[in-house]
């Protein structure tokens, strides 16, 4: 047999073993105006990493990321192969500037929507009588937030026409309102709104719906790898076995999301 034949089918085999061996990496970011530790993060996806690795034929390791400046970076970078972002403009940049591509939203967030609250004796009617005055809000480069400048933008012609008080978390923010730190503040926390409304308060407005918590894949999946993510992720909630997976996520499952309409919603957020 010709030596350079061996030589080549030696390192093809040798490509295949690395390839085999290398561990893709999941980045899961859960937000950072939410209280959740790392090690929690990375239990509730085991089941899926585990699966996913079986499909791709590759190990798939869970890697939680919190801090966002992080998470840009390791987006700019092309580092994770697939990540699940809790903010839509960190998942659009990277789809617009990285190459990624959108596989998913979760269920039960495709319509995120930031509420601004007020006192039940506020005079306040419309988000117009806002000029000029202080707004309380989530952390600056939350989603919240986000969606909080442009929904401010459009009512007052620009989201500089208020002054902002952030802060670190989006159970935080009735408290500025209660205490008349800011004549209103936003959330979209769910549970945050429900609270706030159980005890009378009532919601100002409220922003367009954003779909957040994106599953977004790297340029280093192919086309077909993609693909197969896709449909594991989107029948997850059609068996039995798929949904007690979920139930450590907390989550519903995931649907399709067209990626066009993605980077619209980037746009009007200002991206």
Same mark, same amino acid.
């Given at each position: 047999?010709?030596? !350079?034949?061996? @030589?080549?089918?030696?390192? %093809?085999?040798?490509?295949?073993?690395?390839?085999?061996?290398?561990? =893709?990496?999941?980045?899961?970011?859960?937000?950072?105006?939410?209280?959740?530790?790392?090690?929690?993060?990375?239990?509730?996806?085991?089941?899926?990493?585990?699966?996913?690795?079986?499909?791709?034929?590759?190990?798939?390791?869970?890697?939680? %990321?919190?801090?966002?400046?992080?998470?840009?970076?390791? =987006?700019?970078?092309?580092?994770?192969?697939?990540?699940?972002?809790?903010?839509?403009?960190? +998942?659009?940049?990277?789809? !617009?500037?990285?190459?990624?591509?959108?596989?998913? $939203?979760?269920k039960?967030?495709?319509?995120?929507?930031?509420?601004?609250?007020?006192?039940?004796?506020?005079?306040?009617?419309?988000?117009?009588?806002l000029?000029?005055?202080?707004?309380?809000?989530?952390?600056?480069?939350s989603?919240? +937030?986000?969606? %909080? @400048?442009?929904?401010?933008?459009?009512?007052?012609?620009?989201?500089?026409?208020?002054?902002?008080?952030?802060? @670190?978390?989006?159970?935080?923010?009735?408290?500025?309102?209660?205490?008349?730190?800011?004549?209103?503040?936003?959330?979209a926390?769910?549970?945050?709104?429900?609270?706030?409304?159980?005890?009378?308060?009532? $919601? =100002?407005?409220? +922003?367009?719906?954003?779909?957040i !918590?994106?599953?977004?894949?790297?340029? +280093?999946?192919?086309?077909?790898?993609?693909e197969?993510?896709?449909?594991?992720?989107?029948?997850?909630?059609?068996?039995?076995?798929? !949904?007690?997976?979920?139930?450590?996520t907390?989550?519903?499952?995931?649907?399709?999301?067209?990626?066009?309409?993605? =980077?619209?919603?980037?746009?009007?957020?200002?991206?």
């Amino acid at each position: 047999m010709d030596k !350079k034949l061996v @030589r080549w089918g030696v390192g %093809v085999m040798l490509a295949m073993v690395a390839s085999a061996g290398h561990a =893709l990496v999941f980045a899961i970011n859960e937000g950072v105006t939410y209280r959740v530790t790392n090690e929690e993060i990375a239990a509730r996806y085991a089941a899926i990493a585990t699966d996913l690795g079986k499909l791709l034929r590759q190990p798939v390791t869970i890697e939680p %990321v919190g801090p966002y400046p992080l998470l840009r970076k390791g =987006l700019a970078a092309k580092s994770y192969d697939l990540a699940m972002v809790h903010p839509a403009h960190l +998942s659009i940049q990277a789809i !617009k500037s990285s190459g990624y591509k959108l596989v998913a $939203v979760t269920k039960g967030y495709e319509a995120y929507t930031a509420n601004f609250l007020i006192n039940p004796d506020s005079p306040l009617k419309s988000l117009t009588e806002l000029k000029d005055k202080k707004i309380g809000a989530p952390d600056e480069d939350s989603i919240t +937030s986000w969606m %909080v @400048r442009a929904t401010l933008r459009d009512a007052l012609g620009g989201a500089d026409k208020v002054s902002y008080i952030y802060t @670190r978390y989006q159970d935080a923010v009735p408290f500025m309102v209660e205490n008349k730190f800011t004549p209103t503040a936003a959330t979209a926390a769910g549970a945050v709104i429900k609270g706030w409304q159980a005890k009378g308060g009532k $919601v =100002l407005a409220k +922003s367009r719906p954003v779909p957040i !918590k994106h599953i977004i894949a790297s340029p +280093s999946l192919t086309p077909e790898q993609v693909e197969k993510v896709r449909d594991y992720l989107v029948n997850l909630d059609t068996t039995e076995e798929g !949904k007690k997976k979920l139930e450590t996520t907390k989550y519903k499952g995931f649907a399709t999301y067209d990626e066009q309409q993605m =980077l619209a919603i980037g746009t009007w957020l200002g991206l």
